[in-house]
């Protein structure tokens, strides 16, 4: 399947985007990625982009060093 065509952001539209705690990617907007609380500490907001989502990639909260799926 091709991908759909995405907009372009500007610079200052990327800084405000959160990245994706396991690949670190940007994750836009028309993107469905999800954010949570680290389940452990609950201080840290964890973003994770559809891909890393759908593949199980892990991740690790920064703050208590947390690994999840
Ligand atoms: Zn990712
Ligand atoms: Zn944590």
Redesign the pocket.
């Known amino acids: 399947m091709a991908e759909a065509a995405q907009p372009t952001l500007s610079l200052e539209e990327q800084a405000k985007l959160p990245t994706c705690i396991s690949c670190n990617r940007l994750i836009t907007p028309w993107e469905r990625g999800v954010a949570f609380l680290?389940?452990?500490?609950?201080?840290?907001l964890?973003w994770r982009c559809s891909k890393c989502r759908k593949m199980g990639v892990p991740y690790k909260?920064?703050?208590?060093?947390?690994t999840g799926p």
Do not use: D, S, Y
């Open positions: 680290c389940p452990n500490c609950g201080e840290v964890i909260c920064p703050k208590c060093g947390f």
